[in-house]
C-alpha cells in the first residue's frame, strides 16, 4: 500500500504537469494567432498598423518664416561712419511708438533715420531684424554693433540703406560704450554667416516699403 506521503507526491507531480499543459497551451495558442495575424497582414487580408499612417511635422504659424544665412562681410571691410548710414526704423511688434523711440536713440547716436513706421507684414518673432542689400553689408554692419543680437536678412535692394526691423522683445540699443566696434579693424561675420556669393543666391525681396509715418507716430501692428 502506498503511503500517505507518495499520495501527496503524486497529487504535486499532477497538479504541475496540469499547469505546464496549460501555460504550453497558452503559448502555442498566442504564436498561432500572431502567426495568422501576420499571414493576414502579408496577403493584405488586413491593414498593417502604423505603416500607413503619414508622417506629420509641426505647421508653422501664420507669421513664422525660414531666415536665410547671414552673409559674412568680405575680407577687410571696415566699419563706416555711423553719419553714413541710412536706417529705415520699422515697428514690427505688438508695442506702440517703439520705432519712434529706437530712431531718436539713433539719431543721437549719429546715425541716419529715413523714416519710420510699421513694418508693411510684421513677422518678426525675433528681438530684431537688420534687413539691407549687398551694398549695405558694411552699413548693417556698422548698425548691429549697437544691438544685442541682431539677426542680419540680406535683400535684393541695391541701394546702401538699412531697415531696422524691431520685434515684441527689442530691448533697445545696447550702452554706447559697450559699442565693440574699432573703424580701423576689419568687421566681424555673426556665427554661421556664408560668403556674401553664397548669401545672394537666397536673398530675399526687398526692400521693405519705405514708411511715411514720423517717429511720434507708429503704431503697434493689430494682431489676430
Given at each position: 500500500m502506498s503511503t500517505a506521503a507518495e499520495r501527496a507526491r503524486a497529487l504535486r507531480k499532477r497538479h504541475q504537469r496540469e499547469r505546464q499543459?496549460?501555460?504550453?497551451?497558452?503559448?502555442?495558442?498566442?504564436?498561432?494567432?500572431?502567426?495568422?495575424?501576420?499571414?493576414?497582414?502579408?496577403?493584405?487580408?488586413?491593414?498593417?498598423?502604423?505603416?500607413?499612417?503619414?508622417?506629420?511635422?509641426?505647421?508653422?504659424?501664420?507669421?513664422?518664416?525660414?531666415?536665410?544665412?547671414?552673409?559674412?562681410?568680405?575680407?577687410?571691410?571696415?566699419?563706416?561712419a555711423v553719419s553714413n548710414v541710412t536706417v529705415n526704423v520699422l515697428n514690427s511688434s505688438t508695442r506702440a511708438g517703439m520705432a519712434g523711440t529706437t530712431a531718436t536713440d539713433l539719431e543721437e547716436r549719429g546715425f541716419v533715420v529715413a523714416g519710420t513706421g510699421n513694418a508693411d507684414d510684421p513677422k518678426t518673432p525675433l528681438p530684431s531684424e537688420i534687413?539691407?542689400?549687398?551694398?549695405?553689408?558694411?552699413?548693417?554692419?556698422?548698425?548691429?554693433a549697437q544691438l544685442a543680437d541682431p539677426v542680419l536678412v540680406l535683400d535684393t535692394r541695391e541701394d546702401e540703406t538699412v531697415d531696422l526691423l524691431l520685434g515684441d522683445t527689442f530691448p533697445g540699443l545696447i550702452d554706447a560704450a559697450s559699442v565693440a566696434l574699432d573703424p580701423g579693424s576689419p568687421l566681424i561675420g555673426v556665427a554661421g554667416c556664408v560668403a556674401i556669393e553664397d548669401a545672394v543666391k537666397d536673398a530675399v525681396p526687398g526692400p521693405t516699403p519705405t514708411p511715411t509715418e514720423t517717429p511720434a507716430t507708429d503704431e503697434a501692428p493689430a494682431s489676430g
Open positions: 499543459a496549460v501555460v504550453f497551451g497558452s503559448l502555442v495558442a498566442g504564436l498561432g494567432v500572431l502567426g495568422l495575424g501576420a499571414a493576414a497582414i502579408y496577403t493584405d487580408v488586413l491593414p498593417a498598423p502604423f505603416l500607413n499612417r503619414p508622417f506629420s511635422t509641426p505647421t508653422p504659424a501664420d507669421n513664422a518664416w525660414v531666415l536665410p544665412p547671414a552673409p559674412c562681410p568680405p575680407e577687410e571691410t571696415l566699419p563706416i534687413h539691407f542689400g549687398e551694398a549695405g553689408i558694411a552699413a548693417a554692419y556698422t548698425l548691429a
